[in-house]
C-alpha cells in the first residue's frame, strides 16, 4: 500500500513563499505520474500541478509562474515551491499519485484530480488577507 506524507504547510503573509514536501512510501505501485491537490472550504478540489517521471510538469493556470512542482526519487520525495502566495491560495493541500489500473480517458498526467488514487491527509496553507 503507497502511504503519502505532506509537510511544511503555515500560515504566511501575501506575497510570501512556503516549500511543502511530500514523502513517498514506496513506487512499486505507482505509474510514475505525481501531483499536489488543494481544497479551499466550500470549494471543490482541483488540481495545482502534476509531474511525470521523466519530469514534464503541468500547472493550474492560476499557480503559473508562482508555483514549481519537482521530485527527488533519491528521497522519495515531491515537493511544490509556492511564491508570491495570495489569499486565494488558502487551502489544504494534498499530495497525491496516480497508481496502475485507474481508468480515464484522457492525458496520461493531467492537472485534475479524477486519475489520482493515492492521497496523503493534507496539509494547510493559509495566507490571510
Known amino acids: 500500500q503507497v502511504q503519502l506524507q505532506e509537510s511544511g504547510g503555515g500560515s504566511v503573509q501575501a506575497g510570501g513563499s512556503l516549500r511543502l514536501s511530500c514523502v513517498v512510501s514506496e513506487y512499486t505501485y505507482i505509474t510514475g505520474c505525481m501531483g499536489w491537490f488543494r481544497q479551499a472550504p466550500g470549494k471543490k478540489r482541483e488540481g495545482v500541478a502534476t509531474?511525470?517521471?521523466?519530469?514534464?510538469?503541468a500547472y493550474a493556470h492560476s499557480v503559473k509562474g508562482r508555483f514549481t512542482i519537482s521530485q527527488d526519487n533519491s528521497k522519495n520525495a515531491l515537493y511544490l515551491q509556492m511564491n508570491d502566495l495570495t489569499p486565494e491560495d488558502t487551502a489544504i493541500y494534498y499530495c497525491a499519485a496516480r497508481g496502475y489500473g485507474v481508468s480515464f480517458y484522457g492525458p496520461p498526467c493531467p492537472v485534475e484530480a479524477t486519475p489520482f488514487n493515492y492521497w496523503g491527509q493534507g496539509t494547510q496553507v493559509t495566507s490571510p488577507h
Open positions: 509531474i511525470e517521471s521523466d519530469d514534464s510538469t
